[in-house]
């Protein structure tokens, strides 16, 4: 049955189930075939027709040929295709999904989580809405409601310390700090080494 498909049967198929692509592509797709299809061109000075993708290695070597100028370049670029990636994403917990996993795939790094800030003034405290991100995550699977939420108080912690003082860490050593809290590993079975932390601040017109 299956030698009977046509390639533009596929197409029609693929092209009217977006959903089912994204999934397959979460499921299946590792974090290297996801780098490269964050492709971009670019222009280096000097350099006629040379063109670049965001892998790691075509990265240096733009890099070295004109550093500075073309770094810059090149990571606009890849700011770009996340923006279309996630711009035209109406549902908000799909699109904090998309952001994550492409800030795995840039930072290479292993997870991701995103905490929201809850309660009133004089008892606040962190809750994750999405926890283990990776590049080939599958949203559902990261997720999290009242039933699996992880709740910090604020100010405890990482998460808390970069809430309660609006600053942005990057941490080394993650055991070594002793803001750290090793119950969240404890309870995962993961063991964090490095946390770079970022809180992002929603401005309110008044």
């Keep these: 049955m299956m030698d009977d ?12 189930n977006p959903d089912f692509v994204r999934k397959w592509q979460s499921r299946h797709f590792t974090v290297d075939v996801k780098r490269q299809s964050l492709k971009c061109t670019l222009k280096v000075p000097g350099e006629t027709g040379y063109s670049a993708t965001t892998s790691d290695t075509v990265l240096q070597e733009v890099k ?3 550093r500075g100028y073309t770094s810059v370049v090149t990571e606009n670029e890849i700011y770009r295709e996340f923006v279309k990636d996630t711009v035209f994403e109406v549902n908000v917990d799909k699109q904090c999904h ?16 995103l905490f929201l800030l809850h309660g009133t003034a004089k008892k606040l405290h962190l809750v994750s809405k ?7 995550s599958v949203m559902e699977d990261t997720i999290h409601n009242e039933e699996n939420a992880i709740r910090i108080p604020f100010g405890k912690g990482i998460v808390g310390y970069v809430a309660e003082y609006s600053c942005l860490l990057n941490i080394k050593d993650a055991y070594e700090d002793e803001r750290f809290l090793h119950e969240i590993d404890k309870s995962t079975g993961f063991c964090t080494k490095s946390i770079l932390s970022v809180p992002i601040r929603i401005e309110m017109a008044s």
């Design 98 to 113: 998309k952001i994550l996993q492409n800030a795995c795939i840039v930072l290479d790094c292993e997870r991701a989580s």
């Design 5 to 16: 498909l046509q390639q533009d049967e596929v197409e029609n198929f693929l092209q009217n």
């Design 64 to 66: 070295s040929k004109s």
């Design 130 to 136: 999405l926890f283990d991100v990776t590049a080939t």
